[in-house]
């Protein structure tokens, strides 16, 4: 039985975390969350297409006419196949926010088999199969799966460029975590900046963050890192970019903001950051350990030497 989960409605701002951190998203070519009314009149448009579709074949079943008949019956028959096959991935979405892993690849799977898996299906499934790993901890498979999808998504008409970012995103953390740093800064070098839609924008912010974590230093100074902790306050659905701007005001000696950040991310991130974002999770709980012990500034790239030693 798949999870029930609600559309978000925006990018909100809260002190704590809300019961849309888990919604599914449903994001614009400009990386903008769409809202649940502007979301369900375009389902209810295909739906209506369908239904017109599915009435041609009837009459034209009455009438006798075997060439209206044969029309109708291919477009009902390509409107349902994107019916199921779009289902199939918003259910395999649900599945993954409830770490409901195994279900959710199962169903991902089945997107990749003919007849259903059209270049832009396969693209969405790889994309999911990329978070799935990721979720599980394995960077090398969460790796193979974005790069799979970026290559569909790059090759699409019409194009969609929200997905080929996230998948870029998605490669340049898989990188990170498995210490690929020199691949991770040319990958994210050919992303050309943030985009306009604050979902996205969000998660450049967080790709670019966790490189700079993988690097151990931060390429700028206080003025651009606190618009990016003045986002990551704002949206629910990229918590940990709260951490790693905790990290941020670490490596810049404000560690009342550090403190403040760690303490929001503490609540706001769930459990599997150890697996998903393993460098982040490790200096939080170095962070942790070091502020229950003392007052004085940790020593916030230590944790990749620490990584990177193992």
């Not at 991902?108 to 790993?133: F, I, K, N, Q, Y």
């Not at 974005?146 to 080929?164: D, N, V």
């Not at 691949?183 to 998660?203: C, I, K, M, N, T």
Request: net charge neutral; glycine share 8%; charged share 20%.
């Amino acid at each position: 039985m798949a999870a029930t989960l609600q559309l978000a409605r925006k990018l909100t701002s809260s002190a704590e975390p809300s019961a849309e951190e888990r919604a599914l998203v449903a994001i614009d070519t400009q990386g903008a969350v769409i809202s649940p009314l502007r979301r369900y009149a375009g389902r209810a448009a295909v739906y209506g297409a369908l239904s017109i579709l599915s009435g041609i074949g009837v009459c034209s079943l009455l009438s006798g006419d075997p060439l209206v008949l044969a029309l109708s019956l291919v477009g009902t028959a390509a409107w349902g196949h994107g019916l199921l096959v779009t289902r199939w991935l918003e259910q395999a979405s649900q599945l993954i926010h409830v770490a409901r892993l195994d279900e959710a690849e199962a169903l991902l799977l089945r997107c990749l088999r003919p007849p259903w898996g059209s270049e832009a299906v396969r693209g969405h499934a790889h994309l999911r199969l990329s978070t799935v790993a990721s979720h599980r901890g394995q960077h090398d498979e969460a790796l193979r799966q974005a790069r799979l999808a970026t290559g569909l998504f790059a090759g699409e008409y019409p194009p969609q460029p929200q997905f080929l970012q996230l998948s870029r995103y998605q490669e340049v953390r898989a990188l990170v975590s498995l210490h690929k740093q020199a691949e991770a800064r040319h990958a994210f070098a050919d992303l050309h900046g943030a985009p306009s839609g604050d979902y996205l924008r969000a998660h450049y912010y967080l790709t670019e963050l966790y490189l700079a974590l993988g690097d151990g230093q931060i390429p700028f100074l206080d003025g651009p890192l606190w618009e990016r902790a003045q986002l990551a306050l704002d949206t629910e659905h990229a918590p940990p970019l709260l951490g790693l701007c905790a990290w941020g005001f670490d490596k810049l000696g404000d560690d009342e903001a550090a403190q403040n950040f760690h303490a929001l991310c503490q609540k706001r991130c769930g459990e599997r950051l150890a697996l998903t974002l393993p460098l982040l999770a490790h200096y939080l709980a170095r962070r942790h350990h070091h502020s229950a012990s003392s007052h004085d500034p940790i020593d916030s790239s230590s944790p990749i030497k620490n990584e990177r030693g193992r």
